[in-house]
């Protein structure tokens, strides 16, 4: 398989409404995380990190010079990768002792990286899956249901939406009704665990809350964005067969 170089690693978008999309090209869509970048008056927002085999803020200028709150929409290893590269980390308290000393079992990444097929082209370096490791990152903000994060001109309030992990978050900005979903909510096929009748429990109780938000726009940790009519069409689908 073809080795990636540091700079081609990262690809960016802008898009509407002051955000810059970030994403790892040559991670296999189903895996590759969403990174976005809201730029704020007084400070800026980074919503989840990728998954770190290479410099986030060497590669992205924008990430950098800054102040900017690097938050966690959840700890799978594809969301948190860069986290230790940020001064200001947040993350919901269900997590934090996972951002805090991540491993590869308590954050999938023994699931998902013990081999090279999650890419298309292949990190650079002297990449090996096995080797591949998170580094700490404590929060040194908790984002339970209900805080806000500010970035001076725009508020973003918290929603804490269990289902997928337990400390699973997203950020939703009432004036303009725009959400950040993390992996609650996206428009692919949805990871989650069937059997599991007790996280079933709570994310068709994560997406019921969902169902009655006003939403414009949803940014999800996977596939492109949507728009609020195609978000309740996705969450219409799982509670047909999950909500009995």
């Not at 810059?20 to 895996?31: A, D, G, Q, S």
């Not at 805090?100 to 954050?107: C, D, E, G, I, Y």
């Not at 096995?130 to 309030?157: H, K, M, N």
Request: aromatic residues 10%.
């Amino acid at each position: 398989m073809q080795i990636a170089t540091a700079e081609t690693w990262y690809e960016t978008r802008t898009l509407a409404d002051g955000v810059t999309w970030v994403f790892e090209p040559h991670i296999k869509e189903y895996y590759r995380c969403n990174i976005w970048h809201v730029r704020g008056r007084d400070r800026d927002l980074l919503i989840d990190s990728g998954m770190g085999v290479v410099s986030l803020r060497g590669q992205i200028p924008a990430l950098s010079g800054r102040p900017l709150l690097a938050v966690a929409s959840h700890t799978h290893f594809d969301h948190i990768g860069t986290h230790h590269e940020f001064a200001e980390r947040a993350v919901h308290p269900a997590e934090a002792e996972i951002l805090a000393h991540p491993s590869r079992a308590n954050t999938v990444a023994d699931k998902y990286v013990a081999d090279n097929a999650i890419f298309t082209q292949l990190p650079p370096g002297d990449w090996q899956p096995l080797r591949y490791e998170i580094p700490p990152a404590p929060p040194t903000q908790l984002l339970s249901e209900g805080s806000r994060v500010d970035t001076g001109d725009r508020s973003f309030e918290v929603f804490h939406l269990p289902g997928h992990s337990p400390g699973s978050i997203a950020l939703y900005e009432r004036a303009t009704e725009i959400l950040f979903a993390g992996d609650v909510i996206y428009d692919g096929p949805l990871a989650y665990d069937a059997e599991n009748r007790a996280e079933m429990q709570e994310y068709v109780a994560s997406m019921k809350r969902l169902h009655e938000l006003p939403v414009r726009v949803v940014h999800g940790g996977h596939y492109p964005s949507c728009d609020g009519d195609r978000m309740q069409l996705i969450i219409r689908g799982f509670l047909d067969q999950f909500d009995r």
